[in-house]
């Protein structure tokens, strides 16, 4: 009886050790994606590809607006041109909505960061 809890506790040891191992192989993969998204966010705003100014122009509001009325202009401006909204159409105008889709969420990210400071 005592062999069988022995072995009882050693699955269970080895199949807790599994699960360690495996969560702490995806904590360290988000963390490197996360990195590397930020590290390619900096590197973009550092070259100078996007604004303040320009990223009010691209949501089509004044500087002085607030946060909901820049939330609800990006709202307004990206149903249009989602990409998943025109799969229908040619190739061409699925890459420039994937540009334009691009450019609202960087334009929307640099708002959202300068109006928090």
């Known amino acids: 009886i005592y062999i069988h ?3 009882d506790d050693l699955i269970a040891s ?3 050790y599994y699960l360690w ?7 360290r993969q988000r963390n490197f994606y996360s990195k590397s998204q930020s590290q390619e966010n900096r590197k973009t705003e550092s070259k100078g ?3 303040l100014e320009d990223a009010y ?4 509001v004044s500087p002085n607006a ?10 307004d401006k990206i149903v249009k041109s989602h990409p998943d909204k025109v799969t229908h159409l040619s190739k061409e105008l699925q890459e420039k909505a994937k540009e334009v889709t691009a450019k609202l969420n960087k334009a929307i ?9």
């Open 57 to 60: 122009k691209i949501l089509g």
């Open 5 to 7: 809890l022995y072995f």
């Open 109 to 117: 990210e640099i708002i959202k960061r300068h109006k928090k400071v």
């Open 14 to 16: 080895g199949f807790l």
């Open 66 to 75: 607030s946060l909901k009325e820049v939330q609800k202009a990006y709202k």
């Open 49 to 51: 590809d996007l604004n």
């Open 21 to 27: 191992q495996k969560f702490k192989n995806q904590k």
